[in-house]
């Protein structure tokens, strides 16, 4: 069976830092590829009132306890902070990490927390531009030799210089999340490393690589430099009744049930096939999101689904 490389989105809702740090550890010592933080204020699944750790700072400790794996936030929301201070963070934490940083950006798409917290929460078309303006500054920043003067809709720079730089060069890979045809992906092919689409169907995967495709070459890029990845829930279960509950529990975020029907829930081997159709539709990472900060349950997964491939 062809590869497939995986990682791992921790849970920062209703958990603590020892928890944390265990199941990083686990992720570490595995067949992991990557590990990840989740960038939101309040529970997107859950009751507000429930713990809710913030990414860069948990990601900042995780660079602390681990050796191997990547690290990155899927992905910092452009509402959250200006561009500017999280280039710095980036490339901060890149020195912290030993170059294993991958910066993650995208539109946003919670617009309770936003309203939670009075945060400006603009139409959808808005936050794109934000997005857009917000990669080409954060490349621009982390890459460039002399002082940046830079005027956009939403930034403004006056002959800004960024030290300390990323121990990687020319700069961390920038991960680039969300599957808008128009403008989403379109940014992608100008300024990412990465895309990370959230797993719909394989057949959906295929065409927002078709699209992408079809952006790099308006603006003349080799598609073949962008890593293809995706986001999913997995969970591995031989229980018939916690498929079914696992699958409504996603079906808020999933929206069809063609979508609910191909998320890799189930029997190990239901798992490998599922994740195996998205491997065959152009993916070549695979993030899982909400599993338990667990060891054991990482340690699964690794050797029943990871495994197989």
Known sequence: MASLQFGAQLRLISTEWASLETAARAVDAGPWRSLWTGDHLV????DEREDCLEAWSVLAGLARVTERVRLGVLVSSVTFRHPVVLAKMAATLDQMCGGRLEIGLGAGYHRREHAAYGLDYPPLGVRSDMLEEACELTDLLLTAEEPIDYTGKHYSLDAAVLAPRCVQQPRAPLVIAGGGELRTLRTVARFGDVMNV?????????????VLERHCEAVDRDPAEIRKTILTFLHVTEDAKEEARLRERYKQLVRTTEAQAALPIGPAGKVVEALAAFRDAGAEEVVVTDLPNDPDVYERVAVEVIGEF
């Open 198 to 210: 959230v797993a719909s169907t394989p057949v959906e995967l295929r065409h927002k690589i078709d």
């Open 43 to 46: 529970a997107v699944l859950g």
